[in-house]
């Protein structure tokens, strides 16, 4: 079992910044990929940025590419997501989400999201 608990999410301006965080306890050892999802209200989920925990590589959605930023702090078990030049459409609930193996298919765990409100 993997437990994940977000931070960080909030109100700011078109053009503003936020970093996210999401604190992962338990069996982490197995957390292979971790990523960041979000859902927007009467949207579907996306999965906006991904990370191979053992290699740091990382990929993202079209839509946030040069804006946010993802990362890990092994040490204290916490991935966080930077996002920067925020725009309205990424007004959403963000999830941290992990799985084993590579980073495609079903995340197993999840957190209970944080919100995103980005106004003009």
């Known amino acids: 079992q993997v437990q994940l608990v977000e931070s960080g999410g909030g109100s700011v301006q078109v053009g503003g910044s936020l970093r996210l965080s999401c604190a992962a306890s338990?069996?982490?050892?197995?957390?292979?990929?971790m990523a960041w999802f979000r859902q927007a209200p009467g949207r579907e989920r996306e999965g906006v940025a991904f990370?191979?925990?053992?290699?740091?590589?990382?990929s993202y959605v079209d839509s946030v590419k040069g804006r946010f930023t993802i990362s890990q702090d092994n040490a204290a078990n916490t991935l966080y997501l930077q996002m920067n030049s925020l725009k309205l459409e990424d007004t959403a609930m963000y999830y941290c989400?992990?799985?084993?193996?590579?980073?495609?298919?079903?995340?197993?765990?999840w957190g209970q999201g944080t919100q995103v409100l980005v106004s003009s």
């Open positions: 989400a992990t799985k084993s193996g590579t980073c495609l298919g079903q995340f197993a765990y």
């Open positions: 338990g069996s982490t050892g197995s957390s292979d990929c």
């Open positions: 990370i191979v925990t053992r290699y740091g590589s990382t």
